[in-house]
């Protein structure tokens, strides 16, 4: 590997992305956010990963002649089809795995367990699928370890099944916290949702950041898809939860919350703001992350996703940014760009 | 990279100070990264580290309060067979940390504090401090059974749950707590599956084909070698 290749600007916040008369990018525009003061860098080729909103935003706010709604947004997509993860959890106690054999258990849960969607939606009243991950294990403790004995103690049982009265004090609430350590189980479901036009972030019109950076607004709803497969995904942990004789905690949550489902943005999958695909009116990048309309600029954060199934998405950042930074090498060399 | 560029980058860094301390450093690294990390200066903003130092020099209890905080949380984990009490293992400093950390601690355990100090000489004519170990316990049980608690020690059994969790937490995340509750992970490279013995006790085991295609454990160290195309090839 050859040194000293690279030149990295750390703090610094970019505004924009400048472009020439032609459409093309030049460069950025940044706030230096020590000094905060505004810098220029140029740049051949300028390619965007601050993150599928952030990136919008930076577009959104690079407005110009040729690019009066943000930069390659004639389509008026840019921003649009924001989607998130489905997410959705429930917790078990295993009174099987009171008083547990001491052993290094940091690999197990979300590390090594997992159910990829196994069912046929063609039945269900919702399109696409979920995944569960696992939680629960012997780990090493940490704040809130220990929280909940005023409620969670009674189902500590001793050797003639008398259960441990809730709260208390002293050698015997310490000896009991001993033997639930590991004895619970949880289940977290991360599922597809659809895409849609009217789920977007904008450019906030009266509100900027402490750089004097307009900020992003974001209107999102979850459809009926979303909600019906929240509840799927509670009557699957319950059953899996019952099934291996947990005790359930907690209540199943019902329609009034949307069925547990988490608001949208919790599951921080965020993706879809600067869509790829080949027809430009209804995109904002081509196949290889690269702006329809500016042909210098490319994408690798989850701006470009389309759809994202029910995995999380960094890997398929990872994948997609490799694959355009092939591409860039090779429009470079043709002299495309 | 050599090894000395390689460290100071990890140093300016924020990476795990188990992957510094498990890649073979010299002993003079270590100690360098062990006073970098004393100073509380590691993987800190200059911002934070302001926040913290401030935090830090701050008080929030009184003697007084810090007193009533102490003997609650040797009630609460008392030394037993196995490991020390609360006091001990520093739970009265976690705690006092936490309130200045999460201020809205601050008033209901301020309050609670007050409010058994109020019970305290109602009952006994006397602080809770001063009172004898017996009267404490007396006091202690109108507000640890939050099932059969009375209505009007309800003030009570809610700041008595906030000090369980607190002390609780306290104690067995301090070093004398961990050890305690037998945790043994943190163990980069070294998992191992569930031990066969475990899964016969739940009439489990792994399956033949499960354990050939899993990483023995002798070769979790080993360093897989990529081909020209990004293959695994050994
Ligand atoms: C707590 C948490 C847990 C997650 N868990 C998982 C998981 O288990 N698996 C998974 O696949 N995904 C997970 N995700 C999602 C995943 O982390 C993100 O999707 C992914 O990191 C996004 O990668 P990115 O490169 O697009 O953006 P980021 O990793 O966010 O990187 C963007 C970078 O751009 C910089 N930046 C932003 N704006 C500007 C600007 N204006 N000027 C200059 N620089 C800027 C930021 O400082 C940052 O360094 C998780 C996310 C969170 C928050």
Redesign the interface.
């Known amino acids: 590997m050859q040194k000293g290749k690279v030149e990295l600007y750390t703090d610094a916040m970019v505004r924009e992305v400048l472009t020439d008369e032609k459409g093309m990018a030049t460069g950025v525009l940044y706030i230096d956010k020590k000094d905060m003061k505004e810098y220029k860098i140029g740049a051949k080729v300028v390619v965007l990963a601050a993150s599928a909103c952030e990136t919008a935003r930076i577009m959104l706010n690079s407005k110009s002649k040729l690019h009066p709604n943000g930069l390659s947004n004639s389509s008026g997509v840019l921003g649009r089809y924001l989607h998130d993860s489905t997410g959705t959890d429930r917790m078990g106690f295993m009174p099987e795995l009171v008083d547990r054999t001491r052993y290094n258990e940091d690999g197990v849960g979300g590390l090594h367990v997992y159910s990829p969607w196994w069912l046929d939606n063609k039945k269900l009243n919702f399109p696409r699928g979920y995944h569960i991950e696992y939680w629960g294990g012997m780990g090493m403790p940490s704040y809130g370890f220990g929280f909940g004995m005023d409620t969670m103690r009674k189902y500590i049982t001793d050797e003639v099944g008398n259960p441990s009265p809730n709260g208390g004090y002293g050698p015997a609430l310490k000896n009991d916290i001993r033997r639930m350590y590991g004895s619970m189980i949880g289940m977290s479901g991360r599922g597809e949702s659809i895409p849609q036009y009217d789920n977007y972030c904008d450019i906030d019109p009266e509100t900027v950041d402490k750089f004097g950076i307009p900020v992003l607004r974001f209107h999102y709803n979850w459809t009926k898809h979303e909600v019906n497969q929240a509840k799927h995904m509670h009557e699957t942990f319950e059953e899996i939860l019952t099934g291996m004789g947990a005790v359930l905690l907690g209540k199943k949550p019902d329609e009034t919350t949307q069925n547990g489902l988490a608001a949208p943005g919790r599951i921080i999958h965020e993706v879809g703001t600067s869509r790829m695909g080949d027809d430009p009116k209804t995109s904002v990048l081509n196949k290889y992350a690269q702006a329809h309309e500016c042909k210098n600029l490319f994408v690798t954060d989850a701006g470009s996703f389309v759809s994202q199934a029910d995995k999380n998405p960094t890997w398929t950042i990872l994948a997609l940014s490799w694959r355009t930074s092939e591409y860039i090498i090779d429009q470079l060399k043709k002299q495309n760009i | 990279m050599d090894r000395r560029e390689n460290i100071k980058v990890l140093l300016a860094g924020t990476v795990a100070t188990g992957f510094l301390i498990s890649s073979g450093c010299a002993p003079d690294d270590i100690k360098k990264s062990e006073s970098i990390i004393a100073a509380g200066l590691y993987g800190r903003t200059p911002k934070e580290i302001e926040v913290d130092s401030k935090l830090m020099a701050d008080t929030f209890f009184s003697d007084h309060e810090k007193k009533i905080v102490s003997l609650i949380s040797e009630?609460?984990?008392?030394k037993?067979d196995?490991s020390i009490g609360a006091t001990e293992a520093g739970v009265t400093d976690f705690i006092e940390f936490m309130v200045k950390d999460y201020p809205k601690f601050q008033l209901p355990i301020r309050g609670g504090l007050m409010w058994l100090e109020n019970l305290s000489w109602a009952t006994f004519d006397n602080s809770f401090v001063v009172i004898t170990p017996e009267q404490r316990i007396i006091l202690?049980d109108k507000i640890?059974?939050?099932?059969?608690a009375e209505e009007d020690m309800l003030y009570g059994?809610k700041f008595?749950?906030l000090m369980?969790?607190l002390v609780?937490?306290g104690?067995?995340?301090s070093k004398e707590?961990?050890k305690?509750?037998?945790?043994?992970?943190?163990?980069p490279n070294?998992?191992?599956?569930?031990?066969a013995?475990?899964l016969k006790?739940?009439g489990l085991s792994y399956d033949e084909k499960t354990l050939k295609e899993c990483l023995k454990i002798e070769d979790q160290h080993k360093i897989v070698q990529w081909g020209e195309k990004g293959n695994i090839i050994g």
């Open positions: 009630i609460i984990i008392p037993d196995v202690v640890a059974w939050p099932d059969t059994v008595f749950n369980r969790n609780c937490t104690f067995f995340t707590g961990i305690d509750i037998g945790y043994v992970g943190n163990r070294q998992w191992d599956g569930v031990p013995e475990v006790k739940h």
